[in-house]
């Protein structure tokens, strides 16, 4: 389906995740990885480390909100999967993203924008598993 | 002054992944669906980001410091380890159940959908596991 709207809107949005990403690494010198705030806002080695994750997971829901307020449309419309099957999968991006050190925002974003190695493959591995577990998922067992 | 800019940029970034659809687990399935009608926006959204970040980020390390703080904190590890390629390859399972990662699961908690609060929660659980039990 060509949906050059949507397409446009991820640009947009794309250009401000970075513009995010930046601005957190050039003023406060931290990496805008989401897993890698939330997991350290949940079990923080250092104290004085753990404030401004939880600040800016609040800024993260609220900047959702803004947009639901602002454009007048919700942020999700449908959950595709049963609950145990969310639940599994939460599970999986949980342990995951901490084994891994990173998800899409901090391999894929700001790690490729470093030109890490690790990143490099981190994001071509969660990529290439993402295509092939949709592939199993839809096609071959046709839906969960 | 750094607490408020952890709140802008979080703001900023929650607002940039609501525009952008990936908040919408629909999108980011088609996305990774080759075989079937394939979704590129979420191409256009990392497309989008590393405009920014890949001019950015170099030229913010060329300042040395960032402008709040005495220092960077990034990643020093370069060795490719088993636990990278495992750990990926787990969340890229799991994004391909849900279609979910966990950016677009926290700022979709501004809904109150049930089904996301469940994700979310089970994602922190499963961090909590890792660090306490499974890390080595």
Do not use: Y
């Given at each position: 389906m060509v949906d050059t709207a949507a397409w446009m809107r991820g640009l947009a949005g794309g250009l401000m995740i970075g513009l995010a990403a930046l601005s957190l690494l050039l003023?406060?010198?931290?990496?805008?990885g989401v897993s890698g705030v939330l997991g350290g806002a949940l079990t923080?080695?250092?104290?004085?480390?753990r404030a401004w994750r939880w600040l800016f997971l609040v800024g993260l829901v609220v900047g959702a909100l803004v947009y639901t307020l602002v454009a007048?449309?919700?942020?999700?419309?449908?959950?595709?999967?049963?609950l145990g099957w969310t639940l599994i999968a939460g599970l999986l991006v949980g342990v995951g993203t901490r084994m891994g050190n990173g998800c899409t925002s901090g391999h894929g974003v700001c790690g490729l924008a470093r030109f890490s190695g690790r990143s490099l493959v981190g994001t071509a591995t969660f990529m290439l598993f993402g295509f092939v577990t949709v592939f199993v998922t839809r096609h071959l067992l046709g839906g969960l | 002054m750094r607490a408020l800019i952890a709140v802008l940029v979080g703001m900023l970034f929650g607002f940039g992944l609501s525009l952008s659809g990936m908040t919408e687990p629909l999108r980011v399935l088609g996305f990774l669906?080759?075989?079937?009608?394939?979704?590129?926006t979420l191409g256009f959204v990392m497309g989008g980001a590393l405009m920014v970040t890949l001019p950015g980020f170099w030229l913010a390390r060329r300042r040395g410091r960032p402008i709040l703080d005495s220092g960077f904190q990034l990643p020093t590890r370069r060795d490719l380890d088993r636990r990278l390629i495992i750990g990926t390859g787990l969340f890229g399972i799991g994004w391909g159940i849900a279609?979910?990662?966990p950016g677009p699961a926290i700022a979709s908690l501004s809904s109150g959908l049930p089904m996301v609060l469940a994700f979310a929660a089970a994602m922190a659980v499963g961090m909590l596991v890792h660090d306490r039990l499974l890390n080595r």
């Open positions: 003023f406060n010198g931290r990496i805008a923080g080695s250092m104290a004085g480390d007048g449309r919700p942020v999700i419309t449908a959950v595709p999967t049963s | 669906d080759l075989a079937g009608q394939w979704d590129p279609g979910f990662c």
